[in-house]
């Protein structure tokens, strides 16, 4: 799946005051049919309305999120159909998005994949992030946050290891430390 570093807001988990800027919302001013949000894979007329009701959507974002992470299959959701959508659903455990990494080390209650939480538990360990900061940050026990961070350090041992004995007997290649783990270290990667 693809990546992204890109400055986004993420949705906060739960949230759903997005809705109120919703297009797809009738109103008395806003006339929309929400059965066009719902078409037959073969109804093209609904499905080119509804994406062009979605074009239009200041929340589009924020409604595909939403509909990823609440496991939402049915009808148009941020502008894409539901077959159009499957393998994003499909695929979202493998999604390793570095914004919302960033997001929640900065402290933001966002909705993360299980490798996004390592990578959090990986950059937290490398920033000296306080063992209580990462338990906040991932909402579990003090005990499970060290927990976490004793594995860290021993995947990283693990490879500090491994490295050297790579090398086999260069010792002046034995620069391998936790600043040379890349995005792949937990085989996480997208
Ligand atoms: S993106 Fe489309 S389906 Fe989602 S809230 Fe906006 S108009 Fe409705």
Not at 148 to 160: A, S
Request: glycine fraction near 6%; hydrophobic fraction near 35%.
């Amino acid at each position: 799946m693809t990546t992204t570093t890109r400055p986004v807001r993420h949705r906060a988990l739960g949230d759903q005051t997005w809705q109120d800027q919703a297009v797809c919302t009738p109103t008395e001013y806003n006339p929309v049919d929400p059965e066009v949000f719902f078409p037959g894979p073969e109804d093209s007329a609904a499905i080119t309305t509804a994406k062009a009701l979605c074009a239009q959507c200041p929340v589009a974002r924020a409604c595909l999120d939403a509909a990823l992470e609440t496991g939402d299959t049915h009808g148009v959701r941020g502008g894409l159909t539901e077959e159009e959508r499957e393998p994003l659903h499909t695929r979202l455990n493998e999604r390793l998005d570095y914004s919302r990494v960033k997001a929640v080390l900065a402290g933001r209650d966002i909705h993360i994949t299980r490798a996004e939480r390592r990578a959090v538990v990986l950059a937290g360990y490398r920033q000296d992030v306080p063992v209580e900061r990462l338990a906040w940050l991932l909402k579990i026990s003090p005990e499970h946050a060290l927990k976490l961070y004793r594995e860290t350090r021993r995947v990283i041992r693990h490879r500090q290891i491994a490295g050297q004995a790579t090398r086999a007997g260069s010792a002046d290649h034995d620069t391998t430390s936790a600043e040379e783990l890349h995005r792949d270290d937990f085989g996480t990667a997208a």
